[in-house]
């Protein structure tokens, strides 16, 4: 009963104070002046009656009470005439309202530059720094990257700008990024399409500028009004390299003609589909492509010719011990990967190579490591048909079946399973497109249903690509194209599909005893740690690889041509070949002999892969760009790495 008694009257009290603050400013400072009174009344009373000192009278004890009330209420408290004090206590009181308007002036004004501030309004007066305009999940490692980069730079900055709270970003970014180092994240909150915003970002003194695609089905639209939001805020041709990305490849042409010629447009679709088709005839490539685009490992620079003027490539590519040299960046801002040996330097040339760092490409002759008794001649290969195994469809699909047909041998077959009728899969735009080298046969089934995977015989086929598709109804209910990446939990949803369908064919792989040469599609790195696949293998996660892409191009704008031919089926490309067409295995040799054997053939050796060390991370027995004068001893079964024709 007391806990009740108490608890009911803490509420009438707490009801009360609500109605009395409730009643206004004019009532709530009476009641206030009322309870100071009520308090400081009677205190004073009892300091002027307990002091010895206090004057013997009634009249003079209350004058002193009068006096200790006003120095307290600061209102004076002086003594005299009544007319003397009213006005006494009429300029105290004006003086006290002056200084409280005064003080809660300052106090808002303070107030109001500390929310503008936390608001993100502010301009960034910066220069040589990088912005990033727009928010998704690729802000994180599109950072991390741009921290890792600037590692070796005493000062660098990085400013963000996005239609979100700018403390939340702020709160986001040091939660999901592993410390910034030297690198300062500044973070503005406001429309990137509006130019009047933009400007707030200093884009006309930045060194790069990205353009990130927001989630949802109007992602690309947005890009492409971003990108005519900053060439209306920065008019005529800037120094700052424009870096943006579209998903779907109908408006590729869109965003670049929106881009400008001095700006970079990457569809992902497109260099997805490409990086499918690739790892899935090269496997271990994707970890190939994994180290090259990031910038805790070796990556591509450019370096001066620095003496090799009047020299010829093949010379240059043993001129470097610690770099792997792939090409030439020509004097007109061409470049050209994996020229003939023969091709003469001239002085306005630079040399692209992979290096670990920038200032890591220094010349030093390696020829003089070249055994030239292990070099072998390499055995004729002739190309085989093969039996391929695409699981799932979505948008990137028909990209990746045009891709497969520039690049396989002919008589290829190419086995589809997918959700949807079978008739509909038939007579798709897709499935009627005429294909020179791939047959294609169509198969409705349920990847994530183990009675369907078991009828495929997965096992019997060369390969097995594994793309996202959404479940049936999934995309009706949430209005997401199955593959694309957009809305809110189109990842999720596509990669949980994904992931069953691995595991089954982990199950299917264990019982056959043999292990499956699997591609595998995702588009959020963190299901990729989920997925139930042996160490090591391969995994094409959209969403990092284009963040990985994007924050290269943007530190080096040539390197947007060295990988647009790196993707392509025309062109040279990243191989893994059997390092026993290249040296005599079982002994040890300097990797400049590898380096020799491949330019005799016309290829340029960055790199190999052990297969002692394909499962054993974090590098899963990949290599790039060893010393010259480091010594391996390859197996029969070992990969070399190289840049070749295709």
Not at 75 to 96: F, H, Q
Not at 474 to 483: L, S
Request: aromatic content about 4%; hydrophobic content about 45%; proline content about 4%.
């Amino acid at each position: 009963m007391a806990q009740q008694h108490t608890k009911s009257l803490r509420l009438r009290l707490r009801y009360r104070f609500d109605h009395l603050v409730a009643g206004g400013t004019a009532a709530l400072i009476g009641w206030l002046a009322l309870a100071c009174l009520a308090v400081v009344i009677p205190a004073s009373t009892v300091l002027v009656w307990a002091d010895r000192g206090a004057p013997a009278t009634l009249s003079g004890r209350l004058t002193a009470v009068w006096v200790s009330v006003g120095q307290t209420l600061k209102i004076g408290g002086a003594v005299g005439s009544p007319v003397y004090v009213l006005a006494s206590v009429t300029l105290a009181l004006v003086a006290l309202l002056f200084v409280s308007t005064l003080v809660s002036l300052i106090t808002t004004g303070i107030n109001e530059r500390i929310m503008a501030l936390r608001r993100g309004h502010s301009t960034v007066l910066e220069s040589g720094h990088t912005v990033v305009l727009g928010w998704s999940d690729q802000i994180f490692p599109v950072i991390g990257e741009l921290v890792a980069a600037n590692a070796n730079q005493r000062r660098s900055v990085v400013a963000v700008l996005a239609p979100r709270d700018k403390v939340e970003m702020e709160d986001e970014i040091s939660t999901s990024v592993a410390g910034t180092a030297t690198t300062r994240i500044i973070c503005r909150s406001g429309r990137t399409t509006d130019p009047t915003v933009l400007a707030r970002m200093s884009p006309q003194t930045a060194k790069a500028v990205l353009v990130l695609p927001p989630a949802g089905e109007t992602g690309d639209a947005h890009v492409v009004k971003t990108l005519l939001a900053l060439d209306a805020a920065v008019p005529g041709p800037g120094d700052a390299v424009v870096v943006a990305a579209v998903r779907d490849t109908r408006n590729h042409l869109t965003a670049r003609l929106a881009a400008g010629p001095g700006g970079h447009v990457l569809c992902v679709d497109d260099i997805i589909a490409r990086l499918l088709v690739q790892t899935a005839r090269q496997p271990g490539l994707s970890l190939v492509y994994q180290e090259l685009l990031d910038f805790a490992g070796d990556e591509f620079y450019t370096a001066a010719a620095r003496g090799l003027a009047g020299r010829t490539f093949g010379e240059a590519l043993l001129a470097f011990t610690t770099s792997s040299v792939v090409g030439l960046l020509r004097g007109d801002g061409s470049v050209v990967l994996n020229p003939d040996p023969g091709t003469a330097i001239t002085a306005g040339d630079r040399i692209v190579l992979i290096s670990e760092d920038d200032d890591t490409a220094v010349p030093l002759d390696a020829a003089v490591w070249v055994e030239e008794d292990a070099i072998v001649t390499a055995r004729p290969r002739t190309p085989l048909p093969e039996r391929l195994l695409l699981l799932g469809w979505n948008r990137r699909a028909p990209l990746v079946l045009e891709q497969l047909d520039q690049f396989v041998s002919p008589g290829t077959t190419l086995d589809v399973v997918a959700l949807g009728g079978e008739t509909t899969l038939h007579t798709s735009p897709e499935a009627a497109a005429v294909r020179s080298r791939l047959e294609v046969s169509f198969h409705s089934g349920d990847i994530t249903d183990p009675l369907v995977l078991a009828k495929l015989d997965v096992p019997s086929y060369d390969s097995v690509i594994v793309i996202g598709e959404a479940a049936t109804g999934t995309e009706a209910a949430t209005g997401i194209d199955a593959g694309t990446g957009t809305g809110t939990d189109a990842g999720t949803g596509t990669d949980d599909r994904t992931l069953v369908t691995l595991l089954h064919l982990r199950a299917i792989g264990e019982a056959a005893q043999r292990e499956l040469s699997l591609t595998t599609e995702m588009s959020d790195d963190g299901n990729r740690l989920l997925a139930p696949a042996r160490e090591g293998a391969d995994f094409i996660v959209s969403g990092r690889l284009i963040s990985l892409l994007m924050t290269q191009i943007s530190e080096s704008r040539h390197l947007a041509d060295v990988f647009e031919e790196l993707f392509r089926a025309e062109g040279n490309e990243l191989y893994l070949k059997p390092v026993s067409d290249y040296v005599r295995t079982g002994r040890e040799v300097a990797f400049a002999t590898l380096v020799e054997s491949a330019r005799r053939r016309g290829e340029c050796a960055v790199g190999y892969r052990l297969r002692a060390r394909a499962a054993t991370g974090p590098d899963f027995g990949v290599r790039l760009n060893p010393d010259k004068r480091e010594r391996i001893r390859f197996g029969e079964h070992d990969w070399l790495i190289v840049l070749a024709e295709s």
